[in-house]
Antibody, heavy 118, light 111 residues
């Protein structure tokens, strides 16, 4: 059974750096073809894809946010980290991580709401 | 502004068949498969259709997907009240080293 759970601060100040952790079980990020991605959703708005890391450490980023994002994995801990620098109130959103395989995000975490406010 | 274009809303009465469209370009839908996600109120998205027209285990066959050229569609037959949700299409885009792109979402109301 595949599960994922996001964790991190619920409130960050403008200009601060956000670090979110996705802790997963039921699969290994060292298995060929497997990836973990991050997607966010501002309140009342659409989904926005952020970043993706594959089993072989290949990384992809949203072009519009690439300069602010870093995605890493710790295979031994079954975790994927997402760092976003220079946070702004427009970055207020629910952040989801998701298991990806066979060109689909087939399992999602419950999401974590991050509010950016001074 | 989302890369994939969906109608913001759709509606139908119980038992009806509704379709939701998703329009893209040659670098995304035109080159790659399309996935559909269902997001019930207050919950995380759930994979509904993958690889254009495949249903994950547990998804009723009332849900079907299709793709033609640079457009895709989600069809829901025998509409039920529990189908009221937001629906998103997604596709891999081959531009700029590759990225996932989403539609802006369609809110389905069951009247």
């Amino acid at each position: 059974q595949i599960t994922l759970k996001e964790s991190g601060p619920t409130l960050v100040k403008p200009t601060q750096t956000l670090t979110l952790t996705c802790t997963f079980s039921g699969f290994s990020l060292s298995t060929s073809g497997v990836g973990v991605g991050w997607i966010r959703q501002p309140p009342g708005k659409a989904l926005e894809w952020l970043a993706l890391i594959y089993w072989d450490d290949d990384k992809r980023y949203s072009p519009s946010l690439k300069s602010r994002l870093t995605i890493t994995k710790d295979t031994s801990k079954n975790q994927v980290l997402l760092t976003m620098t220079n946070m702004d109130p427009v970055d207020t959103a629910t952040y989801y991580c998701a298991h990806e395989e066979n060109w689909a995000s087939d399992y999602w975490g419950q999401g974590t709401l991050v509010t950016v406010s001074s | 502004q989302s890369v994939l274009t969906q109608p913001p809303s759709a509606s139908g009465t119980p038992g009806q068949r509704v379709t939701i469209s998703c329009s893209g370009s040659s670098s995304n839908i035109g080159s790659n498969t399309v996935n559909w996600y269902q997001q019930l109120p207050g919950t995380a998205p759930k994979l509904l259709i993958y690889n254009n027209n495949q249903r994950p285990s547990g998804v009723p066959d009332r849900f079907s997907g299709s793709k033609s050229g640079t457009s895709a569609s989600l069809a829901i037959s025998g509409l039920q009240s529990e189908d009221e949700a937001d629906y998103y299409c997604a596709a891999w885009d081959d531009s700029l080293n590759g990225l996932w792109v989403f539609g802006g979402g369609t809110k389905l109301t069951v009247l």
